[in-house]
């Protein structure tokens, strides 16, 4: 049932364009945010209670160190974690940044990383809310939530890592305790079942 769930919630490299490229047309300050969040989720795999828990603190550590540095607190099972912040993580980090000072909140350690329009902590529901909103306003054909962008980045890992063990590379980033859990990722994907069927005919 898990690599079902898997091989059908990630978006595809052209619904990825699709979405992205949809937001990042629009100029509003909470379609900024939302695209810096997407971004940030879609290049570190990190959950999105993970996200909802990053605090000022949290991200400028993490400019400075090219990692983020995961709570417990805020982790799955309380297991904490550290995640490596590409070129393209810290960008969407550091927009992050700059999006919550043009909105006036102040800059305390402690303080949320992003705000909902309530001028609270967004919740995990508040993301998921959003990531619909957005996919329905990019008419894609899928109403994807955050956790898909995990699995996207996952796939991607297993597509184009130049690894001995993209298997291992994949755990690593997604914390799994266990390489079976990854196991999920191998199955082949929408695309290349297509790609088969087609060379095959």
Not at 74 to 96: S, Y
């Amino acid at each position: 049932m898990a690599m079902k769930r898997v091989f059908r919630r990630y978006l595809t490299s052209a619904e990825e364009r699709q979405l992205f490229g949809h937001i990042s047309s629009m100029s509003g300050i909470y379609a900024r945010r939302d695209h810096a969040w997407m971004r940030l989720l879609r290049q570190t795999g990190i959950r999105v209670g993970t996200l909802a828990g990053l605090n000022v603190f949290d991200a400028r550590q993490g400019m400075s160190t090219k990692y983020l540095d995961l709570r417990p607190e805020i982790t799955k099972r309380r297991q904490g974690g550290r995640v490596f912040l590409t070129k393209k993580g810290r960008t969407a980090l550091g927009d992050l940044l700059k999006i919550r000072k043009e909105m006036g909140y102040g800059e305390a350690a402690d303080d949320p990383l992003i705000y909902s329009r309530k001028h609270q902590r967004m919740s995990i529901r508040n993301y998921e809310a959003r990531m619909r909103y957005w996919c329905e306003s990019a008419s894609l054909e899928v109403s994807a939530s955050p956790h898909w962008l995990r699995h996207s980045l996952a796939k991607r890992i297993m597509h184009t890592s130049t690894s001995d063990d993209p298997r291992g590379v994949v755990q690593a980033v997604l914390g799994h305790r266990s390489i079976a859990s990854t196991v999920i990722y191998t199955v082949p994907d929408k695309e290349e079942v297509e790609l088969a069927m087609e060379e095959a005919g």
